[in-house]
């Protein structure tokens, strides 16, 4: 990317980071906890539970006829899950909840362009996804996309991740379609009637300073954006729609 170039970020906020054990590769469980939360807050308590049956994502995972929901985390723990099973754990603990509507769909992705730009748009609708990939360096791997980088003058593309292991808060696209192998896996809100995280955009200069920001909030209302923190403008500051 140019060294000058100007860097815009655009990051969902106030999602909280879930990190999985050094002795654990629940990485995609961590990374399907912190999407449920940060759309259907009302479920975060009930990732506390004292068992299993009553965990959002656990008590709601699809198993055989028969098959106890210990023995469906058993097997996860030992052999990983799959991620359009894990789609509909996230669906049913939606629906489950009752409060509003909420749905999730699985799909597998090429490394291309498209992807990435599928991604960013999420996150210009408030919505974080999931993404899978494999690698030689870290196997399966899970995370959440919170955010995205774009610079001017440049075709370079970055996210931003909520990672479970937090080895990597920001990615270039280039860089992941050369570590991963095969097709990526993708977890994506089609529908949401809640709250969604609010967006930070910041944007800043060559040498790294601030020269302007805003934060927004989702109004279900009128489908699209309410600025609540403004950047100022000529001593001023004022608060604006935008879809």
Same mark, same amino acid.
């Given at each position: 990317? *140019?060294?000058?170039?100007?860097?815009?970020?655009?990051?969902?906020?106030? %999602?909280? /980071?879930?990190?999985?054990?050094?002795?654990?590769?629940?990485?995609?469980?961590?990374?399907?906890?912190?999407?449920?939360?940060?759309?259907? *807050?009302?479920?975060? $308590?009930?990732?506390?539970?004292?068992?299993?049956?009553?965990?959002?994502?656990?008590?709601?995972? *699809?198993?055989?006829?028969?098959?106890?929901?210990?023995?469906?985390?058993?097997?996860?723990?030992?052999?990983g899950v799959r991620l359009d099973a894990l789609a509909r754990a996230l669906d049913r603990a939606c629906a489950a909840a009752g409060t509003a509507r909420t749905r999730f769909a699985y799909r597998r992705a090429t490394r291309g362009d498209d992807t990435a730009e599928l991604?960013?748009?999420? %996150?210009?609708?408030?919505?974080?996804?999931?993404?899978?990939?494999?690698?030689?360096?870290?196997?399966?791997?899970?995370?959440?996309?919170?955010? =995205?980088?774009? =610079?001017?003058?440049?075709?370079?593309?970055?996210?931003?991740?909520?990672?479970?292991?937090?080895?990597?808060?920001?990615?270039?696209?280039?860089?992941?379609?050369?570590?991963?192998?095969?097709?990526? $896996?993708? %977890?994506?809100?089609?529908?949401?009637?809640?709250?969604? *995280?609010?967006?930070?955009?910041?944007?800043?200069?060559?040498?790294?300073?601030?020269?302007?920001?805003?934060? /927004?909030?989702?109004?279900?209302? &009128?489908?699209?954006? /309410?600025?609540?923190?403004?950047?100022?403008?000529?001593?001023?500051?004022?608060?604006? &729609?935008?879809?």
């Amino acid at each position: 990317m *140019p060294r000058q170039a100007r860097r815009t970020t655009v990051r969902l906020t106030g %999602i909280t /980071q879930r990190s999985q054990g050094t002795h654990d590769s629940l990485c995609a469980y961590y990374a399907a906890a912190m999407l449920l939360c940060a759309l259907r *807050p009302e479920l975060d $308590e009930q990732f506390e539970a004292a068992h299993v049956a009553l965990d959002p994502l656990f008590g709601h995972l *699809p198993r055989a006829r028969g098959a106890s929901v210990e023995a469906a985390v058993a097997e996860w723990l030992t052999s990983g899950v799959r991620l359009d099973a894990l789609a509909r754990a996230l669906d049913r603990a939606c629906a489950a909840a009752g409060t509003a509507r909420t749905r999730f769909a699985y799909r597998r992705a090429t490394r291309g362009d498209d992807t990435a730009e599928l991604l960013r748009a999420h %996150i210009d609708r408030g919505l974080p996804s999931i993404i899978a990939w494999e690698s030689r360096e870290l196997g399966d791997h899970t995370s959440l996309v919170v955010g =995205y980088d774009r =610079y001017s003058g440049s075709a370079s593309q970055w996210l931003r991740l909520a990672d479970p292991i937090r080895t990597q808060e920001l990615i270039e696209w280039g860089q992941l379609r050369a570590l991963a192998r095969g097709r990526l $896996e993708l %977890i994506v809100c089609t529908a949401h009637d809640g709250v969604r *995280p609010d967006k930070l955009t910041a944007t800043r200069d060559g040498s790294g300073k601030l020269i302007g920001s805003n934060i /927004q909030r989702w109004d279900p209302r &009128s489908d699209g954006w /309410q600025t609540i923190v403004p950047r100022k403008t000529s001593g001023k500051t004022r608060a604006k &729609s935008s879809r």
